[in-house]
């Protein structure tokens, strides 16, 4: 029987009822000739009652510790969240006449590396659950975990229990793995900012990775790197709603791409620029070296040549990692590494990129996007380019209207 | 180095500051030189809203499943609540300068047999806690569970943290199995019944014994059974003093026995008297039988002859399994399996029992009873006695002045 992999997510699993609900979408597939795999999240909420946990134990008032804890005491603590949410999936499942049993990651087994608190899957066992599933046995797995070459949980850091679906989807070979999340699918823009945006029914792989990066949440990149990776059909779906959500797939599977699929935005941007900074090879790792290091996520970079002998350097960041940029390039100065004449920070910009597999086979996009963006007073700061996109930088109270300029230009309102 | 097995209840490690408390206890026994293995259980409150949720789970309003539900799954979910308390302590632990991990009974291994939600301990593996002991690493283990044959998570059932403590004490040579608890440690009677109640020093496994199954709920009767097996030396101390407690031991290690323990009793006790039953082989089966099948747990038998080929039948059982024993026998008359005259039920009775190794070697004991009862005008419904125990059924409104009358008799004040 083909194998259907289904994903609830925290808020889809918050209580009895929300679970209940859940488990009537499981029975329809298994109605519908699937054996389904469930992958479950923590109850909203628990994951982060434990961490809090975790950080008390590790941090009493007036500890020098700063903050560091064995992570592997973390994983053992974080892990019983979807602990609990697979035994009682598994209870309602059965309560409603569908067979079903919990595994745990160690059960599986769904091996990983060392790295507890943020580990990466290696492998996952698929016998002992093709046994089960030939007995008639659905299984419901508890997401975010796994086990680690020392024989104890590690779990899988942010977005893992997404990761869990789809990794699991592909060693499974699953026919597809839905993720029910809280949004019914991935639009052409925020709902909340373009009341005109468009549900989309198929997305690409490279198009999704793009939104996802850029400030999309419905999916974490990592579990969308997976599905491209071994070509697993994802939908991302409603567990609050019947309708079909997006299909993530593979471009080939889509019929009529539009040259831009979507405009993703990301608002709490900043901008450095050093101005005059001597251009000599190795400047850029001179500059970017600290900022790694002090774990300042940098964004976007662009280089002019100023004048003779000298380059202005700019690149966006995050608005919050701004002081720690600063600290760390002025320590860089100190010590000569570098130098600069004036270093210009802007903390008020936004990004806003249009997405599509469609403009590598059109020219223009990049034109038609600032032709839209100067008719609307929208002064562009910054621009960068990739294969499938096209991002700027503009000043924040702009951001809403150079998204909903583009939605429209792009014609992305229209099916 | 020496073994010692520490063990905290549920209101022991309540929250973060009980779980520093309880670690601080930890430290200072591996400051006095031993290897301590910690079993705790789920932080108090933890393990009914677990088991809530379980029930929530498998009986939704309207559901006819009857209260039943996988027990593989409530083991799944309940087990979780050790669990994070074996993480916090680890944390804890570490934070104070003590190395220690966390150990989850699949990890150890605990096997157990395939009673889920009650499993027996098959056998523990301790080559990996003693290897961690060479490298210095204390343990943290989720006590009440283990894992079964068919490699699922299994649980104890009801004192499976304590049974927990006493068979990894037993398994790894341990010194001394301490049982922290919210009492500070075994009195000669309940304190709240009678204030000269005197906290005992030493106790024997046979007298505990009998102390546990007569109702004093410091220790349940199973971790005692295994403790005697094993000959495992157990103290039950307090969580929240650093007084030492009671040690239940053999009775080779009490020097100067008194003949009497201690006074135990059990309020809620009914009796029921069969009149006139015929005297014949087998009528006791007859009668027992269906009571046993209908679940109910007769206590003490008596059985009088009254009158030719007729003879009286008098059993006690708990106040609430009166109806379900009236029912069955009825059943069983109404069959024609058994005939009596009359039925009387007594449902306000009390048991109250004096326990002592002493009283092996010492007649009279009865007789000291009887009239110590009597000169407070108790009237005696029913009698029974063991090798180190007699218990009478009194009438539940002379329960406490029966057991200060005995606690005076025996002069367990004194030390």
């Known amino acids: 029987m083909p194998i259907l992999v289904m994903k609830f997510g925290g808020t889809s699993v918050a209580d009895l009822d929300r679970i209940r609900n859940a488990a009537r979408k499981v029975k329809r597939e298994v109605d519908a000739g699937y054996d389904v795999a469930v992958v479950v999240s923590a109850m909203s909420g628990k994951t982060n009652e434990l961490v809090g946990w975790v950080r008390e134990a590790s941090n009493p008032p007036g500890s020098d510790s700063g ?63 093709h046994q089960k599933f030939s007995e008639g046995l659905h299984a419901v797995i508890a997401g975010f975990q796994g086990i680690g070459p020392d024989g104890r949980i590690a779990t899988l850091g942010r977005g893992g229990s997404d990761t869990t679906a789809v990794a699991l989807a592909a060693a499974l070979g699953a026919e597809r793995c839905d993720i029910y999340t809280d949004v ?103 500059i970017f070296g600290p900022l790694a290091e002090a774990g300042v996520v940098v964004d976007m970079i662009v280089q002019n040549i100023s004048e003779e002998g000298r380059t202005d350097m700019t690149f966006s960041l995050p608005v919050d990692d701004v002081s720690r940029a600063r600290k760390a390039l002025d320590a860089a100065a100190a010590a000569g590494e570098i130098a600069w004449r004036e270093m210009v920070v802007d903390d008020a910009v936004a990004k806003v990129s249009v997405v599509g597999i469609g403009m590598r086979s059109h020219a223009g996009v990049a034109q038609r996007m600032f032709r839209a963006l100067a008719s609307e007073g929208v002064n562009i700061k910054v621009i960068t380019t990739s294969e499938i996109k096209v991002s700027v930088l503009v000043d924040r109270k702009y951001m809403e209207l150079a998204v909903q300029a583009l939605h429209a230009a792009f014609e992305l309102d229209v099916a």
Chains 1, 2 share one sequence.
């Not at 769904?110 to 990466?120: D, S, V």
């Not at 999916?219 to 071994?230: D, G, I, K, W």
């Open 184 to 286: 019914d699918g991935v639009y052409t823009t925020d709902p909340r900012i373009e009341k005109r945006a468009r549900k989309l029914d198929r997305i690409a792989y490279e198009e999704m990775l793009e939104l996802a990066s850029l400030g999309a949440k419905v999916l974490m990149t990592r579990s969308v790197e997976l599905a491209l990776r071994y070509k697993t059909r994802l939908m991302v779906r409603s567990s609050f709603s019947d309708d079909e959500g997006t299909l993530v797939c593979d471009e080939d599977e889509i019929m009529e791409s539009k040259i831009v699929s979507g405009v993703a935005f990301s608002r709490d941007e900043a901008k450095i620029t050093l101005l005059a900074v001597a251009d000599r090879p190795g400047v850029a790792a001179a």
């Open 67 to 129: 903050g560091l804890y064995d992570a592997r005491e973390y994983d053992a603590v974080v892990a019983s969240g979807e602990q609990v949410t697979s035994g009682l999936m598994s209870l309602v499942l059965q309560e409603m006449g569908v067979p079903a049993r919990s595994w745990q990651g160690w059960q599986i087994p769904l091996r990983t590396n060392n790295a507890h608190g943020a580990a990466r899957i290696d492998s996952i066992g698929t016998e002992a659950l």
